[in-house]
């Protein structure tokens, strides 16, 4: 099989360059959007291996993925986690090695990952104020994820970027604080509208919901931003400020249709292929992979037989009830 063209091409004409690998679905934080406290999380037999992992960023990337994002759960609490970004890190024709964590593990795996070569990194933070910390993330320590950033602006990654979920009465006045701190370190930052994955008991969504137009109104009060027509070959829209280098992301899954130029698809922390977040099309490759050990072509006739089920967007509903039981912890954000 050819590997310099993409193969991977879904109904619609749209190119897969990117896959988000969750390995995990496990995580020392409990964000009140993302998990119930209580989880129960997968038995480790259901999880691949980080073996089996790196095998399938082999595949992809024979097929023309060029980006792959690993994320979770929290990625760096996976055991002997290194040897998968090490990895993949290896793999010929990766363009991007990118990192998604909420930074509690940083100041320790930091220097290690850019080693690796993992070039960007994409840190959650959602408040600067350690009680509100807290009271979202359930049992998180403030201080920990900010020495977390200092050791990633150390280990010197290209770009370092800030994600923060805006919850109204949570932390939705926190915007321009969270955008001042971005800019005095350098870093990107994007403004994430909550979506409804999974149900979680003691948090209503919708009661939540806090528009990234009003992100940008409020914004717009101490700062003049600037549309700029910059994407990182995810979702986010971008905007700047005049003189500096910070970038403000927007990423708008309520209020903004992102499916036309969608060129992702995840893959869970179980092995399920997942063509698009929004709906529940997948295919199980530990299946694939656990059926064919010693054959990667059967695994990538698998990937190129998926995109016939790629569909063709979303269709996110805050006040209805949820299409998707899945939680982000299990999805990959
Ligand atoms: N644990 C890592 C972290 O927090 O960055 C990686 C996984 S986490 C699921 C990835 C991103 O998804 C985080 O930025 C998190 O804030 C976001 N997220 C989780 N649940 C979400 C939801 N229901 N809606 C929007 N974003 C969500
Ligand atoms: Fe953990 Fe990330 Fe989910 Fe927070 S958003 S609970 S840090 S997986």
Redesign the pocket.
Known sequence: MSTERPALIDRFGRHVTYVRLSVTDR?DLR?V??MAEDMAFLPRAQVLTLEEMARLGRCFTELGVTKLRV?????LVRRDVMTLFEALGALPGLKELTL???GTQLPRFAKPLKAAGVNRI???L?SLRPERFRAITRKGHLEQVLAGIEAARAAGFDRIKL?S?VLKHRNHDEVSDLVAFAIARGLDISF??????GVIGDHDRAEAFYSSEQIRADLSKHLELIASAEHSGGPSRYWRVAGVDTRIGFISPQSHNFCGSCNRVRVTAEGRLLLCLGQEHSMDLRRVLRANPLDDEAVKRALIQSMAIKPEGHDFDLEAKPIIFRH??AT??
Do not use: A
């Open positions: 995580c964000c959007y993302c994320t979770g759960g929290e990625p998604t964590t909420n994409n840190i959650s959602d994600n979920v994430i509208e909550e979506m409804p994955l982000m912890n990959g954000g």
